[in-house]
């Protein structure tokens, strides 16, 4: 008999067929209340597959069957790791194959902001152009300043290959460990986080949700920033108290910022931070193109099926189940 999966999320179609060749598969849309169709399927599913999920013990409860829960985004904050390796349950990821079209959405985000590019547009398109642009609407220059990266990972690093070698920035980052590559071949130099706010005329949060990062950026570390600084955030909402982020838009104690990811997603119509002209905003796409979308769900797919098959998922992020009695 097929095992009996979820799936979540929209596949495309030779994704959908590898999936219908292997599993009997339970088809659902994901809402901030998945219904009482889900959980009887639930009830039965021996993996999960899509993205955003909150993977609790609640939820873990009415799973008794589940062996795997496969993520299709490189961040799991929604999954609750201790507590499925606890019950032996994989948990898998889609790391690597987005992290440079995520770098490309995040330099993208900075360049826009820097260079007023939204603020622009709209001004061409309403008419507003009509003599010489005057100092007012000036940008500030991306090339050769000083970038500072909290999270110099995978995507962080991407992205300080962009402005090391395309803008001859100076790139400085904050990690709990160092990153000998980015030292070595971007001469990136390893700062404590009250350093990098301080030195950074860019400021880009890149490291993962976790318990400790939890608003790691709030009005201390806004106060630290130089009034000049842009700051960026392309990892997870949660890492910013965003009341702190108006504040310091408002109060002018930074120069504009640029936003892919928000506190609540997706972002209410009534937030501050949409009425501010010195916000870019995007709505979380860091790796929304075709080709990594695809690539993204074709390794979520891959992990589901090498799980559910006795063999190791190529991205398991909890690999100790694998060996658990
Ligand atoms: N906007 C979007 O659409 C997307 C957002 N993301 C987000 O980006 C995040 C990063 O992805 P990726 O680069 O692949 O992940 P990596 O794990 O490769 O990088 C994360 C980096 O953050 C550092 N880090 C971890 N904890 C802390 C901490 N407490 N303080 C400072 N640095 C820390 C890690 O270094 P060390 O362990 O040494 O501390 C590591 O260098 C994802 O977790 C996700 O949330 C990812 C893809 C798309
Ligand atoms: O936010 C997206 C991810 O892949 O993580």
Do not use: C
Request: aromatic share 6%; net charge negative; no cysteine.
């Amino acid at each position: 008999m097929k095992s009996e999966i979820i799936l979540y999320k929209t596949l495309p179609k030779d994704l959908l067929k590898q999936l219908n060749d292997h599993f009997t598969v339970h088809q659902h849309q994901l809402k901030a209340e998945m219904d009482t169709s889900f959980y009887k399927d639930l009830e039965k599913a021996e993996g999960i597959i899509g993205s955003k999920l909150q993977v609790d013990r609640a939820l873990l409860d009415r799973a008794p069957h589940l062996k795997i829960v496969t993520n299709m985004s490189v961040g799991y904050d929604n999954l609750y790791i201790e507590e499925l390796t606890k019950r032996g349950i994989m948990a898998t990821n889609t790391p690597d194959v987005l992290t440079d079209t995520v770098a490309d959405t995040v330099f993208g985000l900075l360049l826009a902001t820097a260079r007023r590019i939204p603020e622009m547009d709209r001004f061409v398109k309403v008419g507003d152009w009509k003599e010489n642009i005057g100092e007012h609407l000036y940008g500030v220059d991306v090339h050769h300043k000083t970038l500072g990266i909290i999270g110099m990972g995978r995507i962080g690093t991407a992205v300080a290959e962009r402005a090391h070698f395309g803008f001859k920035m100076d790139i400085v980052y904050h990690n709990r460990s160092t990153n000998t590559y980015a030292d070595e071949n971007l001469q990136a130099e390893y700062v404590t986080l009250q350093k990098l706010l301080k030195v950074s005329d860019y400021v880009l949060v890149m490291a993962p949700l976790v318990r400790e990062t939890v608003k790691l950026i709030g009005q201390k570390e806004f106060d630290l920033m130089k009034e000049s600084a842009i700051f960026i955030n392309g990892s997870r909402g949660e890492l910013v108290d965003e009341m702190a982020l108006v504040q310091a838009l408002v109060a002018k104690k930074i120069l504009a910022a640029g936003l892919d990811v928000y506190e609540q997603e997706p972002v209410s119509k009534n937030s501050p931070l949409l009425q501010l002209k010195n916000v870019v905003t995007l709505p979380h796409i860091g790796s929304a193109t075709a080709e990594t979308r695809y690539q993204m769900a074709k390794l979520a797919v891959e992990n589901l099926v090498s799980g559910l098959t006795g063999n190791r998922p190529p991205t398991i992020i909890n690999p100790e189940v694998l060996t658990q009695d």
